[in-house]
């Protein structure tokens, strides 16, 4: 949504004290459907990569996989600073202090080029050693290692997009991060159709094909992410994004809100990396199984996470025009449209699961045990939205400690430790998944008692 046409007048929300539900609904809408819309079609543009992957061998399919866990965990450096960015840019936008948002967005690019410099050099060195780490077996560390160290090196480029997504979605913009994001799917798509076949006069390159194409089309969509916020119409065009100065307040009141998410995905994905170590000991067709039910499960995400970014922005943008009671309403509001879409999801995986998993590879046993994993996916679905958006609302208000403690708990102490008690005892695929769920229903109970508290709405940022 583009604030400066479409801004959110947040006193039409109650007359006399009676919530405009009908005003309420357009309102998450607005905000989540771009956001649904760019994550789902995102989620199936790397299905598709995947499909692509595998129709060249189990083993770089499992390649793939094996490399994008340490590839998140990379990410997660950035995360610190993107909650910070969100919450605060939308806080001053709910104050109408536009400058000030331009400020946060300005902190944010210096320090995710600095640190995206960093993390992509050393990415890059220590591949090798990474995918070792992550327990590829000897077939795959050739190609893990090759897709790992190109896609690592290009870390920067989606460093910095995430960075003006985070402020383009805090003022309530979500349009734009769709477009780009989608283009930039699409472009990484046919790149692996010409990189990994060998189409067009190229080579046939497989995996390192694939992770070329991937750089390259996040590279391209982190210029398109700064004609996003340079365009006219945009909240951020007459700001000078690009001048050196840091303000070093500025950028403590981010990593104050922000450090607890930061901390929260390193824990998540230090967490799926052990998980996933756990997966890689059960053997190549049994992980490559794990990483198709893993792939479609994103596209489960997807739901959560766009409601969970409507109610981030709503909560933040209500409690900045001092309206906690607006605030809490648009964090169950959204929750409830997610629940619906969230439903409709898990019986597609339930009853479909079978003929999802045939897409992506042309062995029996191992779409066989895909399918499986799948149905216990589709139990997940309601305590999965639960947490997601509840936890985006928390965000929202500031309140980011509550959903790294939940994390840290249900990744490590559930997720982590259920999922070896399991497969010591030999259930296989079917146990690391109920551990996840385990992890998922710990933590939609949590988030919820945290929200339904009310000390969330009393937070200063």
Known sequence: MNVKRKAISLDNLFDNDKLNKKLLDKYIWILALPSLLELMLATLFGMVDMIMVGNVSAASLAAVGISNQPMMLILAVFQALNIGTTVL???????????????????????????????????????????????????????????????????????????????????????????YNILSNLINVFGNYILIYGKLGFPAMGVTGAALS????????????????????SIFSNFPLLRLKVDVGLVKRMLRIGLPSGLEQVALRTGQIEFARTAASLGTM????????????GLSFAPGQAFGIA?????????????????????????RLGMIIAFSIALLFFFFGRQIADIYINDAEVTRMAAKALK???????????????????????????????????????????????VALGFGLIGLWTAQLLDQLFRSIFIYKRYTSDRWKTIRV
């Not at 089309?217 to 992410?225: D, K």
Request: charged share 15%; hydrophobic share 50%.
């Open 89 to 179: 840019v939308a806080r001053f936008i709910g104050t109408g202090d536009r400058r000030s948002s331009g400020l946060v967005l300005r902190q944010t690019l210096i320090l995710t080029a600095i640190l995206g410099v960093l993390t992509s050099l050393i990415g890059f060195l220590f591949a090798r050693r990474v995918v070792v780490f992550m327990g590829a077996k000897p077939e795959v560390i050739p190609l893990a290692t090759s897709y790992f160290g190109i896609v690592a090196l290009g870390s920067i480029f989606i460093a910095i997009t995430m960075g003006i997504t985070a402020a383009l979605r805090g003022a309530g913009d979500t349009v734009s991060p769709m477009k």
């Open 214 to 233: 991937t750089t390259i089309s996040r590279g391209l969509g982190m210029m398109m992410a700064f004609y996003a916020v340079h365009r006219q119409g």
């Open 286 to 297: 049994v992980f490559a199984a794990h990483q198709i039910a893993l792939n479609v499960v």
């Open 311 to 335: 109610a981030t922005t709503l909560v933040g943008q209500s409690l900045g025009a001092g309206r906690p009671d607006v605030a809490e309403r648009c964090g169950f509001e959204t929750r």
């Open 376 to 422: 216990i996916v589709a139990i997940m679905q309601p305590l999965q939205s639960t947490q997601f958006i509840l936890a985006g609302a928390l965000r929202g208000a500031g309140d980011t400690r509550w959903p790294l403690l939940s994390t840290m708990i249900g990744i490590w102490c559930i997720r982590v430790v259920f999922a070896k008690v399991f």
